[in-house]
């Protein structure tokens, strides 16, 4: 397996806010045309002696010669290649790959040295511990392991039967010839068997020491022809082979490798006498069936019983002799997968493949590598304590299924009270990653695992990256941040989890996951993880976490601000790679922080893109504290005794807005941090009407300030310009301001910030004077009555208004908002006011009446009494008019309702309800008048008996009122004259009149000989001028 692609993969993949805590204006570049340059990086040291080391783990140098190391000075902004005395063998390392620094010391490790162990090619690994000079005190290790001594005893059991043609016996005598030559000088040793019916040992292993010429060796092998008898072969081969007597080794690997062209036969043994013990003795079996007669399904099943398992891997078929070329290559390397590396763990290789250096830490303890490759790449990491052999640590002893699992990948130092624990990511456990905490037993020998966690998603590499987080900064491990920079979903790629540490027993709940843009589903956010230390001011640790993917590569940086408990899921700054003009790809692939290396005493934070290292620094952070005052306090009474004037423009306070600037980071600045306060004032924000004014800005002002950290001050006078018709709310006074902080000269230009938590409202309140008693509430007693103005009935249609005189007095403190509010029916509406007399100058009552809808019954209206204050001891009269209306239908009875309230919030009594009653009656004005078109006057003769002539009557009904009503109209005629019956009135009948409105109904009277004749008539609805038609 060549790993050198893979890593080169792993660590190039993982190659917009402006900033809150993080400068992003002035940052410091590095750059150099080394391959790999930011693919790693660790500060080291302080402002004085320290800088970045980055590594470039690519680039090459000398024959077998890749990585450097460079030194990167803020001062100078300039790299300088750090020299390390390489061993010889130390071929094709990839220095700098990973890199680790504590205190005083730097760990630089190259984990891809190539050790050739003849045919094999191992993959190791190389530290170096360099001193605060950068000097080279310790090789980790001091040497590489030898290459292991590894024994393997190999038989060939060939078929000889009288099936195979004696030129296709010669064709695999060849192949025998080229097997042994391609295992020479590599402590491999053979043995021949062929057999038929017949067995004969051609060599055994002592006799291919003393010549291991395959030619010579083989030149004396004839075809012995007969049966096939290949499990008796087998188990002759155990017996009498694969034992120290023939030269077979016990620290050997036994391998057979059984050649045949068809199925046993004739075989006084079956397979199940012979594979068993084969198995028991330990021997790897490989079967290779040559010919058509394996083209059978029993005969395949037959190769199968031969070989280990699976069969897939120890079992090879040709068609022919000829092609046993070709399969020379694929037994060679199954052969060197397996020689002499089986061990109780059933792994191929032990640490042939470990890689120490992986991943790299300084502990309290010691170095700590991660060697992902050891025991198949279920991986582990090394100890290198202050005494004695390195410790080993992992699973492989208690786990069966840790097989290609990467142990080692990352690793973190967890501490409390003292006491180092390790963190360890395996990001290929089961395709889902794993992570597990080792601790030491209390006798400080073995490290066993005390937590685990296992991810969520295929192919997440959850443990890929690990963070141990001090968040209160007491020297005690409170959480680990997990990286799994592979998940995906639609929106989001990559994710980390938060896990806090439950102490004393050593266990990770993740209880929180984090996460950065949306829309970035192959961003790899978590693909770089580090403590950058307190940037946010507020005493807790703050973390940076990389995203080198996002923006099509450009890459991006979180910050995440520390709390308690862990971080908020929501990011507090996010730094794109397309904000700087250096074109940055793979912009947070790497990523250290929390040491300050320029000289301002804040923490800054180095971040690793393509051939590019970017130094940011983190920001002084301010905190600004607002004080509002009023002198006086309150508005007094003076100012706003309105006595019925509307425009006042008194004076009523001076607010006093004080600003004080501090420094919540701790730094080396001093006081030469300047910022510029723009801040805007607000009377009654939200209010319509206006109560209070600036001098000559209206009710909003804005200013602006120049601070150091200091206090300053600005007094603003407050106006009345209008009388107030609230004065028990306090005018509110609002301020809202920005901090612009100005560049600081001695920090190359750095900006200082506002601090997140900073409140940037403030509310200051103006409350109205209040002449309230000592217990400083407001109690009023108001008492209300009215009449009707001396009107004893309403008589609509005739009275066109009604007047109510009001008595409202107040027998407590002082009422605020008073107000008088009158019901009544819908048919009145509100008209006027008007005060008559009060015991107190100047007292105005202003009403107003509700809108109301046609089908309300019921209307109100309300009367402000001496808006803002109804003075303790105050009495008005006033009298409110309302409107009759001529159609109004009132029933017999009006009924008004007048209630006193006041925004002192006191209890209702009977005192502020008085309800009057007024007895109603309706006006009516109805004319009646004869026409001219009437009959005047009719002749006629009693002795003309038989004839008739009409008679025609005309009258005219007039309504002068704008009420309508029913009205009956009685007609009265005569029908004799001197006792002579003069006509025979069988009935009245009105005429039709057009234009009438008033339809008309008459009906019959009863005829008595001595009274006129009656016919009434009625209208049903007569309105103004209706006409009345009669016979």
Known sequence: MDLLPLLIYLFTVLAPSHGFSVDVEVPITFQEAAAGFGQSVVQFGSARAGGLIVGAPLQTGDVNETGKVYKCDPGSRRCQEIPIQRPPDAVNMSLGLSLAARDSKLLVCGPTVHQACGENMYVKGYCFLLDQSLQQPQRIPNTLAECPRRFTDIVLLIDGSGSIEAEDFEKMKTFLSEIMKRFRSINTQFALMQYSHRFRDHFDFSQYRRS???????????????????????????????????????????????????????????????????????IIRYAIGVGEAFSSAAAQEELQEIASKPSNEHVFRVDNFDALQSIQSQLQEKIFAIEGTQSQSGSSFQLEMSQEGFSSLLSPDGPVLGAVGAYAWSGGIYLYGSGGAPSFINVSRTSTDMNDAYLGYSSQVI???????YVVGAPRYQHTGKVILFSQDTKGREWTPRSELSGEQIGSYFGGTLCAVDLDRDGNTDLVLIGAPMYYTRLNGGRVYNCPIKWPRMTLICTETLQGETEQAL?????????????????????????????????????????????????????????????????????????????????????????????????????????????????????????????????????????????????????????????????????????????????????????????????????????PEDTLTPITLRLNYTLTGEPIAAAGRLRPILSEDSALVSVGSLPFEKDCGSDKVCTDELQISFNFSGLSTLVVGVTPELNTTVSIRNRGENSYSTTVQFFYPAALSYRRVLLLQSNRRAVAVKCSSAVGSKEQTQRNSTCHVNHPIFWSGAEAIFIATFDVSSEADLGDRLQIMANASSDNGGPITEHMIHRVELPVKYGIFIILTSLEESTKYVNFSSKEAGTSVPVTHRYEVKNLRQRSVPISVTFQFPVELSGVRVWDASEVVPSKVPASPCPCVCEMGPVMPSLPYSAPCWDKLLREKGPFPSP
């Not at 030149?219 to 002759?236: D, E, F, P, Y």
């Not at 501490?415 to 624990?421: E, L, R, Y």
């Not at 693909?527 to 005493?539: K, L, R, T, W």
């Open 523 to 723: 961003g790899r956010f978590g693909a770089s993880m580090s403590e950058i230390g307190d940037i946010s001011g507020d005493g807790q640790t703050d973390v940076a976490i990389g995203a080198p993917m996002e923006n099509n590569n450009r890459g991006a940086l979180y910050i995440f601000h520390g709390g308690k408990g862990g971080f908020s899921p929501q990011y507090r700054q996010r730094i794109e790679g397309s904000l700087f003009p250096s074109r940055l790809h793979y912009f947070g692939q790497a990523v250290s922080g929390g040491t300050d290396l320029t000289g301002d005493g804040l923490p800054d934070i180095a971040v690793g893109a393509q051939g590019q290292i970017l130094l940011l620094k983190s920001r002084p952070v301010l905190r600004v504290r607002v004080s509002i005052s009023f002198q006086p306090s309150t508005i007094p009474t003076s100012a706003f005794n309105c006595q019925g004037q509307e425009q006042l423009n008194t004076e009523a306070s001076r607010a006093e807005v004080c600003f004080t600037v501090t420094k919540s980071t701790m730094d080396s600045l001093g006081n030469g941090i300047s910022s510029n306060i723009q801040y805007s004032l607000s009377l009654d924000p939200g209010r319509t009407k206006i109560r209070a004014a600036f001098d000559s800005t209206g009710p909003i002002l804005s200013r602006e300030l120049q601070l150091g950290i200091e206090k300053k001050c600005e007094k603003h006078q407050i106006k009345l310009p209008l009388c």
């Open 415 to 421: 501490t409390a009270n003292g006491q180092s624990s």
């Open 212 to 282: 291991s010429n395959p030619n010579r060796l083989l030149r004396s092998v004839w075809q012995l022809t007969g049966a096939t008898h290949t499990a008796s072969a087998i188990q002759k081969v155990v017996q009498e082979l694969f034992i120290s007597g023939r030269g077979a080794r016990d620290e050997a690997t036994k391998i057979l490798i059984v050649i045949t062209d068809g199925e046993k036969s004739e075989d006084p043994l079956s397979y199940s006498d012979a594979i068993p013990e084969a198995q028991r003795a330990g």
